[in-house]
């Protein structure tokens, strides 16, 4: 509370000569009231910074009284010579060394078998009597049509295909000339009309 009383007496809002009284004789409020002065000082920036000659003597004697507190680790992580001496990775070493083999050996025969089967399939002469159960091509080696009433006369050819693409090209040409031709009468209308 006499902080506080302190605080607005500085400021000129509390002034009282009771309060002043109490100033002068309490050594607790002066200290503060110096506090106060140098703290607002070094906010305003009115003057150079107040670290006396003994700040650093203040610090460093804080410093010294403060605790300290050192954390302890709660697990450590083993060693790797330890670990390789664990019995759970003796036994996943144990199961993993054969499991790597027969892996390794499974995927060799993989291989084996399936360079076999395309090297045999390649080396089989197209003209075998084996026929296959489902034919795709049929007999000529030619497609055909899927129906047999499609007409074959819609069918466009590249010279019609080119001279319907002129058409469209000169019908496009003169659309974007009337366009603008006309464009200038059209703004012209909807001048007057305002």
């Given at each position: 509370m006499?902080?506080e009383l302190l605080?607005a007496?500085i400021?000129?809002?509390e002034?009282s000569?009771?309060?002043?009284?109490?100033?002068?004789?309490d050594?607790?409020?002066?200290e503060?009231?110096a506090n106060?002065?140098?703290?607002?000082?070094?906010?305003?920036?009115e003057?150079g910074?107040?670290?006396?000659a003994d700040f650093?003597a203040?610090?460093?004697?804080?410093?010294?009284?403060?605790e300290?507190h050192?954390a302890?680790?709660?697990?450590?992580?083993?060693?790797?010579q330890?670990?390789?001496k664990?019995?759970?990775?003796?036994?996943l070493?144990a199961?993993?060394?054969?499991m790597?083999q027969?892996?390794?050996?499974?995927?060799?025969?993989l291989?084996?078998?399936?360079g076999?089967q395309?090297?045999n399939?390649k080396?089989?002469s197209?003209?075998s009597?084996?026929t296959p159960?489902?034919?795709?091509?049929?007999?000529?080696?030619?497609?055909?049509?899927?129906?047999?009433n499609?007409?074959?006369?819609?069918?466009m050819?590249?010279?019609?295909?080119?001279?319907?693409?002129?058409?469209?090209?000169?019908?496009?040409?003169?659309?974007?000339?009337?366009?603008?031709v006309?464009?200038?009468?059209?703004?012209l209308?909807q001048n007057?009309?305002?």
């Amino acid at each position: 509370m006499q902080k506080e009383l302190l605080s607005a007496y500085i400021d000129g809002e509390e002034v009282s000569t009771e309060f002043t009284g109490q100033l002068c004789q309490d050594a607790d409020l002066q200290e503060s009231w110096a506090n106060f002065h140098t703290i607002r000082a070094v906010m305003r920036q009115e003057t150079g910074i107040f670290l006396g000659a003994d700040f650093a003597a203040k610090m460093e004697s804080l410093i010294a009284e403060e605790e300290i507190h050192v954390a302890q680790p709660v697990v450590s992580q083993p060693l790797p010579q330890e670990v390789e001496k664990s019995p759970f990775i003796q036994k996943l070493k144990a199961w993993f060394v054969p499991m790597t083999q027969v892996a390794v050996a499974a995927s060799v025969c993989l291989v084996a078998v399936l360079g076999v089967q395309s090297f045999n399939t390649k080396s089989v002469s197209p003209a075998s009597t084996d026929t296959p159960v489902l034919q795709t091509l049929p007999f000529n080696n030619g497609v055909q049509e899927v129906s047999y009433n499609a007409p074959s006369k819609d069918v466009m050819t590249a010279e019609q295909l080119e001279q319907k693409n002129k058409r469209i090209g000169a019908m496009l040409q003169s659309y974007e000339l009337q366009r603008r031709v006309y464009a200038d009468s059209i703004n012209l209308g909807q001048n007057q009309n305002k």
